[in-house]
Nanobody, 124 residues
Framework: QVQLVESGGGLVQPGGSLRLSCAAS????????IAWFRRAPGKERERVSY???????DYTGSLKDRFTISRDDVENTVYLEMDSLKPEDTAVYYC??????????????????WGQGTQVTVSS
């Protein structure tokens, strides 16, 4: 069965850190472009970061100063390390995968696979 499963979300104080995981089953992540998105309450889904099959990475705007995307090919998992978290980072975070590449995944946000999401709440 092909699926993506996110984990690692939770409640964290402002300034804290979390590491989200996106574990794949049924396919090999390093053959896909993988992205993280988030949706805050009352807002549209937002792009966060991606990593391509060849390891190219990018981030939306200033998130690159606080977030780091990485991939563990042995664990078949992509991670999103989030530091210096702010209340505005509160959202449900989703990972997505597409073997076709970035256009469908990042530009159109119509990937082959979506995870179910993990809640991140930044609050004191």
């Amino acid at each position: 069965q092909v699926q993506l499963v996110e984990s690692g979300g939770g409640l964290v104080q402002p300034g804290g850190s979390l590491r989200l995981s996106c574990a794949a089953s049924g396919f090999t992540l390093n053959q896909y472009a993988i992205a993280w998105f988030r949706r805050a309450p009352g807002k549209e889904r937002e792009r966060v970061s991606y990593i391509t099959a060849d390891g190219t990475r990018d981030y939306t705007g200033s998130l690159k100063d606080r977030f780091t995307i990485s991939r563990d090919d042995v664990e078949n998992t992509v991670y999103l390390e989030m530091d210096s978290l702010k209340p505005e980072d509160t959202a449900v975070y989703y990972c997505a995968a597409d073997r076709r590449g970035l256009y469908n995944l990042w530009a159109l946000q119509t990937p082959e696979y979506w995870g179910q999401g993990t809640q991140v709440t930044v609050s004191s």
